[in-house]
């Protein structure tokens, strides 16, 4: 805890941590020294993790990097944290994010923007920023992030670490700040596929708090890494193929299909029709749902009020004015114009139809192949500034993470080497429904 501590110190300037718990953690770890001595210490004893700032912990604020959640503190602990816990990880703060998970870059934050750790002029990648920093600058062992449509993977990428999204349902999201609910989850950041199996075997499983979780049981997801067979893997053609792919990106991920195929195993090339559909679907679904979800912050309840207000009316409208940002509201606004009356079907339920479409290409992809790959983001990360005026790109940086969340299956981002600026490239394997445990085996076999 004192290393991280004093490297948190020192790197200071990246903005990564809104918030560190530096007397609690040391408190927990005196009292894992004790448990070790005694012998009955958890299975992380000792573990350093950050949190992302939209997980709440009790007694603890929790923000999701929005003004409107100003002095919210949770009362209770997100399940996923609260299992860690219990095997005697140690939580050693708080990491910055794009304002409830929204965006690719963390230029959305109340808290400041977060500096990748290579190449301070650049992003982090979003909405996971501070997530992917604090292991890049080697200021916690583990974080957690959210992964709604690529916020784990994608900072992953642009600072070469590892990133899961599990499948959807596979960790409880109770204690998660909702963005879009079908589509939420909690995943792991981390330098070595070994540790972020560990944490996530412990996250994983049903939980009775949320009625989505799944009830399947849980493998050993860290005792299972070995990977002996042969695996049949697609690629797609229009990703490899894309305008928008930097072409150092291209050449690396063609290198790992060249190398498995000069290693016996099986790579095909797979068109994907639907690649075009897959921004305008998730964008559609995710701020339907992020509209309604965000309608709670009303002032009343949570965290910031106007003290501008003159009347009810006027305290609900200053709030949501005053205390969500640009991003926020843009989202709200296209979601609230997706769900109303007159465009619910030609928007909201045509996105649903498609995104049946997509879900069922993926998984029938994924009953003939064990593993598509593909390359995490188009491009390295990118300079600030860079897209912050244009949201449509923004967007178009999510092309190839989306397609795993809109399908709710499991995706990982492990690093690739780096493009000419030296800024680190990440490679995508996708995998089907809670096969977590072939992912993280042929994850460990790639790196
Ligand atoms: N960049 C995507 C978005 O803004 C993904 C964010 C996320 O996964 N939370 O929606």
């Keep these: 805890v004192q290393y991280y501590l004093k490297n948190i110190e020192t790197k200071a300037h990246l903005n990564a941590f809104v918030e560190v718990y530096e007397q609690s953690a040391l408190a927990q770890a005196d009292l894992i020294d004790q448990k070790l001595a005694n012998g009955n210490a958890g299975k992380l004893a000792g573990m350093v993790i950050g949190i992302k700032d939209v997980l709440c912990y009790s007694g603890h604020e929790s923000n999701a990097s929005s003004k409107i959640l100003n002095g919210f503190e949770s009362q209770f602990t997100t399940t996923a944290i609260q299992r860690l816990l219990d095997q005697d990880a140690i939580v050693i703060g708080r990491l910055n994010c794009d304002e409830f998970g929204m965006g690719s870059s963390n230029e959305n934050s109340a808290h400041g923007k977060v500096l990748n750790a290579t190449d301070e002029s650049r992003v982090p990648g979003g909405s996971s920023g501070g997530s992917a920093v604090a292991v890049q600058a080697n200021l916690c062992t583990i974080s957690l992030g959210t992964d709604t449509g690529g916020s784990v993977r994608q900072p992953a990428a642009f600072t070469g670490v590892i990133g899961m999204k599990p499948t959807y349902s596979r960790v409880s999201r109770w204690g998660l700040i909702a963005y879009a609910s079908s589509f939420d989850c909690i995943g792991v950041f981390s330098r070595t596929v070994k540790d972020?199996?560990?944490?996530?075997?412990?996250?994983?499983?049903?939980?009775?708090?949320?009625?989505?979780?799944?009830?399947?049981?849980?493998?050993?997801?860290?005792?299972?890494?070995?990977?002996?067979?042969?695996?049949?893997?697609?690629?797609?053609?229009?990703?490899?193929?894309?305008?928008?792919?930097?072409?150092?990106?291209?050449?690396?991920?063609?290198?790992?299909?060249?190398?498995?195929?000069?290693?016996?195993?099986?790579?095909?090339?797979?068109?994907?029709?639907?690649?075009?559909?897959?921004?305008?679907?998730?964008?559609?679904?995710?701020?339907?749902?992020?509209?309604?979800?965000?309608?709670?912050?009303?002032?009343?309840?949570?965290?910031?009020?106007?003290?501008?207000?003159?009347?009810?009316?006027?305290?609900?409208?200053?709030?949501?004015?005053?205390?969500?940002?640009?991003?926020?509201?843009?989202?709200?606004?296209?979601?609230?114009?997706?769900?109303?009356?007159?465009?619910?079907?030609?928007?909201?339920?045509?996105?649903?139809?498609?995104?049946?479409?997509?879900?069922?290409?993926?998984?029938?992809?994924?009953?003939?192949?064990?593993?598509?790959?593909?390359?995490?983001?188009?491009?390295?990360?990118?300079?600030?500034?860079?897209?912050?005026?244009?949201?449509?790109?923004?967007?178009?940086?999510?092309?190839?993470?989306?397609?795993?969340?809109?399908?709710?299956?499991?995706?990982?981002?492990?690093?690739?080497?780096?493009?000419?600026?030296?800024?680190?490239?990440?490679?995508?394997?996708?995998?089907?429904?809670?096969?977590?445990?072939?992912?993280?085996?042929?994850?460990?076999?790639?790196?």
């Design 196 to 447: 972020n199996a560990m944490v996530m075997e412990i996250m994983a499983g049903h939980d009775e708090y949320d009625s989505t979780s799944s009830r399947k049981p849980v493998l050993p997801y860290s005792q299972l890494l070995h990977f002996d067979k042969k695996a049949k893997v697609a690629f797609l053609k229009e990703t490899i193929e894309s305008q928008a792919l930097q072409p150092k990106i291209k050449t690396n991920t063609l290198a790992v299909l060249d190398k498995l195929k000069s290693e016996g195993h099986t790579v095909e090339e797979v068109e994907f029709p639907l690649l075009d559909f897959i921004l305008p679907t998730y964008y559609i679904l995710t701020t339907a749902e992020a509209s309604s979800n965000l309608s709670r912050f009303d002032g009343v309840k949570y965290g910031y009020r106007t003290p501008n207000a003159h009347n009810l009316e006027s305290m609900y409208k200053l709030t949501r004015s005053e205390g969500f940002g640009e991003e926020v509201k843009r989202r709200i606004m296209l979601g609230t114009f997706v769900l109303s009356a007159s465009y619910y079907d030609a928007y909201f339920t045509k996105a649903q139809k498609v995104r049946r479409l997509i879900k069922d290409f993926t998984e029938n992809l994924l009953n003939d192949f064990d593993y598509i790959i593909m390359p995490t983001t188009p491009s390295t990360a990118f300079k600030f500034g860079e897209h912050s005026g244009d949201p449509v790109a923004m967007y178009l940086e999510d092309l190839f993470t989306v397609q795993a969340s809109v399908s709710g299956v499991p995706a990982i981002s492990l690093p690739n080497g780096k493009d000419e600026n030296g800024m680190p490239i990440g490679l995508q394997v996708i995998c089907n429904s809670f096969k977590e445990a072939e992912l993280y085996a042929f994850s460990n076999y790639l790196t």
